[in-house]
């Protein structure tokens, strides 16, 4: 018996991997992301038959977080996520705009002081450099928090095909 089941993404993700350059004991205890126009849904629900999310504009919200309580290991990248529906119509950070999204890290139960807005443009899977207008469903946004003397933080890549189909043998 064969049974096609049809994925469908319902969420965009940003993926930050942390990665420690000297000795430490350094623990990520939240990540927060800040919308400056309050697009960012807090909750919803999805209906599993036809993948479809539904929204109420009285659940939008400023910000979400993760609490990842996570150690981080020196030389290693470590990384941490945020799961939520799409965002449309951002302005993100250029030379003449502070943007519209910005990220907030909490290291041993303190919050940094540094505040890291999302750039408006970054590289997809093949390269090429693109303008991000918007964090759309089925894509994952990378971003590199190296901690040294001086934090850098910088664009990776969009990931845009994660899931590949795949058989999988299940016995009924």
Request: proline content about 3%; hydrophobic content about 40%.
């Amino acid at each position: 018996l064969k049974v096609p089941l049809k994925f469908r993404h319902a969420m965009t993700c940003i993926e930050v991997n942390i990665r420690l350059k000297y000795e430490g004991a350094v623990e990520v205890t939240k990540i927060i992301l800040r919308d400056s126009k309050k697009r960012i849904y807090s909750k919803g629900f999805m209906n599993s038959t036809n993948g479809v999310l539904t929204l109420s504009d009285e659940d939008k919200v400023n910000e979400i977080s993760v609490r990842p309580n996570v150690r981080l290991k020196t030389g290693y990248n470590t990384a941490c996520y945020l799961i939520f529906p799409e965002i449309e119509n951002l302005e993100l950070a250029n030379a003449t705009h502070e943007g519209d999204l910005e990220l907030v890290f909490e290291f041993n139960g303190v919050k940094g002081k540094d505040i890291y807005r999302l750039p408006a443009t970054m590289k997809d899977a093949n390269g090429n450099q693109i303008e991000v207008t918007a964090m759309e469903t089925g894509k994952k946004y990378k971003y590199v928090l190296i901690l040294d003397n001086i934090t850098t933080f910088a664009p990776v890549e969009i990931e845009d095909n994660i899931w590949k189909p795949e058989n999988i043998d299940i016995i009924i």
